[in-house]
């Protein structure tokens, strides 16, 4: 069973950035596809960004992200990476980490991640 673990959440102004991290457990990290979601208060959990297996050369972003924020992830750390600049007070949610539910398979859906994070909080004030 993997676990995922997210560190760098926390407090910014209005326009300034963030870097999250999401450390992974366990032999299998390279096979599968990661991705990051979001959930603000009183509202459904929402895809944020997802990369491709191995090398990450396929990536994907919510549009109300594009531009802002950029995934990558480093395989030999187990990690995956959420770079936020020109963040918004929109942003303000908790963040997760999360693992495909296939190896060799990218989705951006949350039925196509199988294993989560605990959460991260994220507040942008105005």
């Known amino acids: 069973q993997v676990q995922l673990v997210e560190t760098g959440g926390g407090l910014v102004q209005a326009g300034g950035s963030l870097r999250l991290s999401c450390a992974a457990s366990?032999?299998?990290?390279?096979?599968?596809?990661m991705g990051w979601f979001r959930q603000a208060p009183g509202k459904e959990r929402e895809f944020v960004a997802a990369?491709?297996?191995?090398?990450?050369?396929?990536?994907y972003y919510a549009d109300s992200v594009k531009g802002r924020f950029t995934i990558s992830r480093d395989n030999d750390k187990r990690s995956v990476y959420l770079q936020m600049n020109s963040l918004k007070p929109e942003d303000t949610a908790v963040y997760y980490c999360?693992?495909?539910?296939?190896?060799?398979?990218?989705?951006?859906?949350?039925?196509?991640?199988?294993?989560w994070g605990q959460g991260t909080q994220v507040t942008v004030s105005s």
């Open positions: 990369i491709s297996w191995t090398g990450g050369k396929e990536t």
């Open positions: 366990g032999r299998t990290f390279s096979t599968f596809a």
């Open positions: 999360a693992r495909g539910s296939l190896q060799w398979r990218l989705g951006v859906r949350e039925t196509d991640f199988g294993s």
